[in-house]
């Protein structure tokens, strides 16, 4: 007799012969979910991940508002002027250019850590805590690393008798927490240059709104105080290089006009008329001389007495010559050398009179300097805190929530080595799977006694549909239906035990005579599905009938189900034992006689051998494996577990199926239909 074809699955490959134990336990793993099975479980799962999301923006808005101290930003605009001096003393005094580099610098000198260590001895920061780290009361950390050192000094002088108990601690070093108190400044400072302008942004970070305004315009105003200081150190140091040097020039001019005078004083002093009369004089006997010379040559004296003369006077007029020359050459030589000495007294005086000039310019300008930049806007204490920022902190948590979030169930689906759906299950098995069975609530579940009642009172909701479904598929598929159907699993807790009365309580419902064995005679659970009120009647156990009870009178009528239940009973001797005996085999043949159904409870395949024992007397083997759960290795091990008897496995049952779980998972077309018919 052939196993029926699920009508879940009509594709699934039938099931292998009994005996064939080499390929029966063969179960793959299910296979390992693709990119965009993993997008859409993402879609169908986004309620979790929002929930995963919220939770960790909530967490964070907390720990940010407790955890957290508030800092406020505080932020002084100035504004550079390069051009702002007074007076034509530019070459004397600095001035900015306004250039890249020049901007530069003045970021770097509003940071500078002299301007901070003047900020701090005006604003007192050095007794605030806040900045002097030392000033702040010791946290926890602090607190044992003060204990651990006097546990060590301690134990260290108990070690060492000639050990004093060290040097006490010293005072606080003012040095160390300046420089300690400048530094966490500096962290609390920024200047930033607005781009393509001369406009510099100060800002500063404190706890306290109004302390991070007044530190920023103090900053500030001192920043520009140090301009202007330092314009009147350049003025005076100008002034004072100006004084020295216009001494120097009055002392060199008095020198020059010294010297003019003195050697005009010494000079013989000529007239400009006076000298063009010696100069012709000059030229007058010149030309004597020169005809003198001519008629001495001619021979036109006569007598010696007159040519003595004549050479006397030519000699005269020679002497005369050179006597004219010399004092016009020295008349020359004298107003050359007096014009120089003159020139050089006036250049003098002019250069005296210029730095002069520039000495009572500079004297004026003392006190009248202007820094080279000015507060555009100063700034004011901030209405809500820069820090936290609890919006962004908030969004980057949830972020990270949502990421863990759905890394968690991209895992978790990565690693599944369970079932949710037939099709996963025939396929990793080749085995049919007959149908589901839903899962009830957890706490008629765990108290066992409500789900007997759950399966009589709703008869038409979606368990008991999915009972019927299972129902149809075992027995309505083939014209010799299973006569002894045994069900098991191969773990405790997958729900074979519900399975069995639910699927008695459908074959009673359709007039047949059905029986429900109680195989598990370790465990005895019957007892706790059945409430005091609603027991089978009174008669015997399955280990009466072993003993050579009939069965008629053994079996327990139950109203609510409308079949006979057989229950087990403690015994001394081992279960297995008990199953496989001849009277065992003989009560299944009588229970065939006289029922039209006999389903067999028995305990899981791979906790004791009895259902492999129970296997090989019944015509269906109905296998449960529950949702979500078995994995395929156990699965794996259970059938090959069975496979070891001549067993007929009609089917697989996906048991404890949770329909709001498969709809979150994104197999809710499904359930949605089944339950436009259930109640």
């Not at 390929?23 to 993402?42: E, I, K, S």
């Not at 083997?621 to 090959?640: I, M, P």
């Amino acid at each position: 007799m052939t196993a029926p074809v699920s009508l879940r699955a009509p594709l699934f490959e039938q099931p292998v012969p009994a005996g064939a134990a080499g390929t029966a336990g063969a179960v793959p793993a299910p296979p390992a979910p693709d990119l965009a099975a993993l997008l859409g479980l993402m879609w169908r799962r986004a309620g979790l991940l929002l929930a995963a999301a919220g939770l960790a923006a909530g967490l964070a808005l907390a720990w940010a508002g407790y955890a957290m101290v508030p800092r406020y930003q505080a932020t002084a605009t100035v504004l550079l002027t390069p051009d702002a001096r007074i007076g034509p003393v530019e070459s004397l005094l600095p001035g900015l250019a306004g250039n890249s580099t020049v901007i530069t610098t003045e970021v770097g000198i509003l940071r500078a850590r002299s301007l901070l260590a003047r900020l701090i001895e005006t604003q007192g920061l050095l007794a605030d805590p806040e900045f002097n780290a030392q000033l702040a009361p010791p946290g926890p950390v602090d607190r044992l690393q003060k204990w651990l050192r006097k546990w060590l000094r301690d134990r260290l002088a108990l070690a060492l008798p000639g050990t004093g108990p060290g040097p006490p601690d010293e005072g606080p070093d003012i040095g160390a927490q300046r420089l300690l108190t400048i530094d966490a400044l500096a962290e609390r400072v920024s200047v930033r240059n607005m781009p393509d302008s001369l406009i510099f942004e100060v800002t500063v970070e404190t706890r306290a709104a109004e302390k991070s305004a007044r530190l920023a315009n103090a900053l500030v105003r001192l920043y520009i105080e140090d301009q202007i200081a330092a314009k009147a150190r350049a003025t005076e140091q100008a002034a004072s290089w100006l004084s020295e040097r216009v001494a120097d020039l009055r002392q060199e001019l008095e020198t020059a006009d010294s010297r003019a005078r003195t050697f005009s004083a010494q000079m013989e002093l000529v007239s400009s008329r006076t000298l063009v009369a010696l100069s012709a004089q000059l030229k007058d006997v010149r030309e004597r001389i020169a005809r003198g010379t001519a008629l001495l040559g001619q021979g036109r004296e006569t007598g010696a007495r007159d040519s003595d003369r004549a050479r006397a006077r030519l000699t005269q007029l020679i002497r005369l010559e050179q006597d004219l020359s010399a004092r016009i050459a020295r008349q020359s030589d004298d107003s050359v050398a007096l014009g120089q000495y003159e020139r050089e007294a006036e250049a003098s005086r002019l250069i005296y009179e210029h730095f002069l000039t520039r000495l009572k310019e500079t004297a004026v300008q003392k006190g009248l300097q202007q820094a080279d930049s000015r507060m555009l806007s100063p700034a004011e204490p901030p209405i809500a805190p820069a820090r936290p920022r609890r919006s962004l902190i908030a969004l980057m948590a949830g972020l990270l929530g949502l990421m863990l979030a759905a890394l968690t169930i991209a895992l978790r689906e990565g690693g599944r080595d369970s079932f949710r759906t037939d099709e996963e299950l025939s396929a990793a098995t080749g085995r049919p799977v007959l149908g589901q069975s839903l899962r009830l609530p957890r706490g008629l579940f765990r108290r066992r006694r409500g789900v007997l009642s759950q399966i009589l009172t709703r008869p038409q909701s979606a368990a008991a549909e999915a009972i019927r479904n299972l129902r149809t598929s075992l027995f309505l598929q083939s014209q010799s239906p299973p006569q002894v159907v045994m069900v098991t699993s191969s773990l405790p807790g997958e729900g074979k035990t519900t399975l069995t009365l639910g699927l008695a309580q459908n074959i009673a419902g359709l007039g047949r005579r059905v029986l429900v064995i109680e195989g598990d005679i370790r465990k005895r659970v019957f007892a706790s599905y059945f409430p005091a009120g609603a027991r089978p009647v009174a008669g015997g156990t399955l280990l009466c009938v072993l003993k050579g009870m009939p069965l008629a009178e053994a079996v327990r009528p139950h109203a609510g189900l409308k079949a006979d239940v057989l229950l087990a009973a403690p015994s001394r001797s081992n279960p297995a034992d008990l199953l496989a005996t001849r009277q065992f085999r003989d009560l299944i043949a009588d229970a065939r006689r006289d029922y039209d159904c006999i389903l067999i409870d028995t305990p899981p395949v791979l906790a004791v051998p009895d259902a492999r024992l129970v296997a090989e007397l019944a015509d269906a083997v109905l296998y449960a494996v529950h949702w979500d759960k078995t994995s395929a290795r156990v699965l794996r091990q259970g059938l090959r577990a069975l496979s070891s008897a001549r067993v007929r496995l009609a089917g697989l049952v996906l048991t404890r199926v949770d329909p709001r779980a498969m709809r979150r998972l994104g197999y809710g077309e499904e359930y949605r239909a089944k339950g436009y018919y259930t109640t």
